[in-house]
């Protein structure tokens, strides 16, 4: 935690932050963060606590009922669409659901970030290769969606995810449907990518994967959120993390 | 796995290939093709035949001398002759005139021939006498001067400089070509909005697969762009089937056309360049399909996303 004084470089700004759908009773409330560059975090509540909906506004899906937000420095609530897009291609998102192109190959599917940037295909062949290879994927490059088992689908949508080496990588539930042999090492991409400067923010219900894993954890209770230093050990009272 | 082992064919992001709304849309633009160009040609031929008609009654104009009333048709013949002489004689020593040719029996015969038929003796007939007049190129006529001139000389000759045939003749023309015009707007108009809706359609059914493509940092362009594309091919191909009917019912009008007779509609003829028009159409059509998927697309999705 940085003290108030020797402000980071936050990559997302969050001040007084409000979501309701339609007519609805607030599902997140008065939600004050900042996210400094490179950190990681896990983001833990119970179903229906607004996880979801928080990881939304990050990946710029979503607008707040109030408060404003701004990541990478900008402020999304008057950010036009050009600009809104540009700032998405700096973020990778591993979906709960997936969220593949079912007419596209897995190999199409990763591809994807690449090619709305406008990147050469020779580049992006390269690139999409090489990381179907790491997830163990080389063998289905051809496959669509529907043929992919749960576990498969979840590693094509975390190379999609990875492939634009984003600045901020978020992850609903990335390891939920991989075997275990798997999920440890995608894990460890993860690790490596924040290494390298991601920064990275997992939600996630296994309380296995945040003990195996010292990195502070974003907890949503009561339409509120709080953050807890590593395995739980005290609430930061700060909102710098 | 190599890298240069594997062929991956790159499919596009958006299935607008398989759309069912692909075969409307040719449908659609091949009729409107067909229509536009059938309609064009006859704007175009109607142009060229004011031209001709312009070209032809401008440096020109008719003297006609009434015939006499005298019950001896010799006598006659020789009094309207006589008055003919003298319109010629005024005729000729006005400077702007460069000829003054009187139309000789055999011509009169001629004009009156689909009237009263063959064997015909104008000689006994009480019909006018034309002067056809030719005015010096650029020159300008006092038509008020020339039949007050001609009046003083003989009253029995009148001046015919056209005009009013011809701006009935225009006016005529105008009309057909207005309504021709309109019916390229409504064509251009309906094609419009069926490229409008089959894309606001086509956007509605795969809101899922743009909503990923946003979430990846697509632009509205990147996806407007696919569309304008797409729409372009199809509009393309319909234009070019279109055309391909067109030609052959463009000719068929103008053979057609050529059997009535009088000539006036023989001279509605379309140049080298009128055809390049006309066959310019299904790339017109293209540019038109482009323009308005992609501004449809970049309106939907500011309004739906």
Known sequence: MLSSTNKPTSIIEMQNVGIRYGQGPEILSDIKLSLRKGSFHFLTGRSGAGKTSLLSMMYLAQKPSRGTVSVFGQNVNFANRDALALLRRKIGV?????????????????????????????????RVMELLQWVELERSIQATP?????????RVAIARAVINRPELLLADEPTGNVDNDIAPKLMKLFVELNKLGTTVVIATHSEKLISDFAYPRLHLQNHGLKIFAPNNSAELGGRHV | MSNKTV????HEELPLKNNSTSLFLQIMVA?????????????????????????SILG???????PSTNINSEKAMAETLAHQNKALEVLNNMENIEKAQPLTDKQ?????????GDGIDIKDLPIPRIIDVKIKKGADIDFMDLAYKLA????????????????????????????????????IMITSGAIFYTTQTSLGLHKYTIEILHLMGAKDTYVAQQYAKRSAILALQGGLIGLAIAIPTIFGIASLAHQIEGGIIGEAKLSSFDWLIIVGLPAFAS????LTAYYTVKQTLQRLM
Do not use: Y
């Open chain 1, 146 to 154: 529907a043929t992919l088992s749960g576990g498969e689908k979840q």
């Open chain 2, 108 to 116: 009169l015969e001629k004009l009156i021939q689909p009237w009263l």
């Open chain 2, 152 to 187: 003083q000389a003989t009253p029995m000759a009148s001046v015919d400089n056209h005009k009013l045939w011809l701006n009935k003749l225009i006016q005529f023309a105008d009309g057909i070509k207005i309504l021709a015009l309109s019916i390229l707007a409504l064509v």
């Open chain 2, 31 to 55: 009729i409107a093709v067909f229509l536009f160009a059938v309609t064009l040609s006859g704007v175009l031929s109607i142009n060229s035949m004011l031209q001709n008609w312009n070209e």
């Open chain 2, 7 to 10: 062929f991956i064919a790159r």
């Open chain 2, 287 to 290: 540019v038109i399909a482009m």
């Open chain 2, 60 to 66: 020109s104009l008719t003297v006609q001398i009434m």
């Open chain 1, 94 to 126: 591993v979906f709960q659901d997936f969220r593949l192109i079912d007419h596209l190959s897995a190999f199409d599917n990763v591809a994807l970030p690449l090619r709305v940037c406008g990147m050469d295909e020779r580049e992006v062949r390269k």
